[in-house]
């Protein structure tokens, strides 16, 4: 690599890669400063701000497409909720193993240059992905042949619930109470008794 490869705040615009940044740290060891008299260790720290705001900002990204995901497929039966809830699992993962990979270097990095530079903020982002991939494990709409099966036996043997008790349950009410509700709403909307509008 050329020297300029290696400097931290590059003409070109980009980031040196992971390898250029621990061997920067390495040269730090020995010289601090760069031949143009700049201080590495401040070039340094910049760029492991910025990754460590990369990664903390993966977590609204991964928030965002679980959202997203849900309100397009989320919801509907079957395979197309289980196809949507992979794909977002397949996006976590892959977030995940970026923030891993992020986390392993700045712990190098700190290691050579004995300063912290972000590697206790990483360990908290990645616990939250982590949290939030066993959340989407956990709370995502999964369908399976055999929880269909299960229902559709429950509901033959009569362990099925009555919609009007469901409802009931849900408006913490009793059954009789919604039927008056739901009697006293047709009264007053549909006094002539036809449900039409």
């Known amino acids: 690599m050329s020297e300029m490869t290696l400097q931290p705040g590059l003409s070109n615009g980009l980031e040196p890669t992971w390898l250029a940044v621990e061997s920067l740290c390495r040269r730090l060891e020995l010289a601090p400063l760069n031949h143009e008299g700049e201080n590495l260790t401040e070039g340094i720290e910049?760029?492991?701000?910025?990754?460590?705001?990369?990664?903390?900002?993966?977590?609204?990204?991964?928030?965002?497409?679980w959202k997203t995901m849900w309100r397009s497929v989320g919801r509907l039966p079957g395979t197309t909720?289980?196809?949507?809830?992979?794909?977002?699992?397949?996006?976590?993962?892959?977030?995940?193993?970026?923030?891993e990979s992020?986390?392993?270097?700045?712990?190098?990095?700190?290691?050579i240059l004995g300063s912290p530079l972000g590697l206790k903020r990483v360990d908290e982002?990645?616990?939250?992905?982590?949290?939030?991939?066993?959340?989407l494990a956990t709370n995502w709409?999964?369908?399976?042949?055999?929880?269909?099966?299960?229902?559709?036996?429950?509901?033959?043997?009569?362990?099925g619930v009555d919609v009007e008790e469901a409802f009931a349950e849900i408006m913490g009410l009793t059954v009789e109470e919604v039927r008056a509700k739901v009697e006293a709403?047709?009264?007053?909307?549909?006094?002539?008794?036809?449900?039409?509008r």
């Open 102 to 111: 992020t986390r392993n270097h700045v712990e190098k990095c700190e290691r």
């Open 141 to 159: 709409l999964w369908f399976t042949k055999e929880a269909e099966d299960e229902a559709k036996a429950s509901i033959a043997r009569g362990e």
């Open 81 to 99: 909720s289980n196809s949507g809830g992979r794909e977002v699992q397949g996006y976590y993962d892959l977030s995940i193993a970026e923030i």
């Open 185 to 196: 709403h047709q009264r007053k909307y549909h006094p002539t008794g036809n449900g039409a």
């Open 46 to 65: 910049a760029m492991m701000e910025r990754q460590v705001a990369r990664c903390a900002s993966r977590l609204s990204d991964m928030q965002s497409f």
């Open 125 to 135: 982002v990645l616990a939250q992905a982590r949290q939030m991939r066993e959340d």
